[in-house]
Nanobody, 118 residues
């Protein structure tokens, strides 16, 4: 069973940086896409960035130029480098993964809080 564990959340002032890490374990050979979602209070969960096993990545328009997603398949990790953070980036950030033979994000981490103050 795939397990995802996030780390790296915290509190920063606007303009600051944080680096989130997601470590996958158990059945990782079946994992294709690993993504970062976020959910702010009262809002729906949204996709922030994703990266496939082959390295193809996508970023939400609002974070392009500020966030970078990277992946190390040997270590089963995906990092989200977040620069120039803004108060609107405040949310719980979740790591999620898809498997090659399944549809959708079937595996989720517990989430890590990111708070950006102005």
């Amino acid at each position: 069973q795939v397990q995802l564990v996030e780390s790296g959340g915290g509190s920063v002032q606007a303009g600051g940086s944080l680096r989130l890490s997601c470590v996958a374990s158990g059945g990782t050979v079946n994992i294709d896409v690993i993504a970062w979602f976020r959910q702010a209070p009262g809002l729906q969960r949204e996709l922030v960035a994703s990266i496939s096993r082959s390295g193809f990545s996508n970023l939400q328009d609002s974070v392009k130029g500020r966030f970078t997603i990277s992946r190390d398949n040997a270590k089963n990790t995906v990092d989200l480098q977040m620069n120039n953070l803004q108060p609107e980036d405040t949310a719980v950030y979740f790591c999620a993964a898809t498997e090659f033979h399944l549809i959708g994000y079937n595996h989720w981490g517990q989430g890590t809080q990111v708070t950006v103050s102005s």
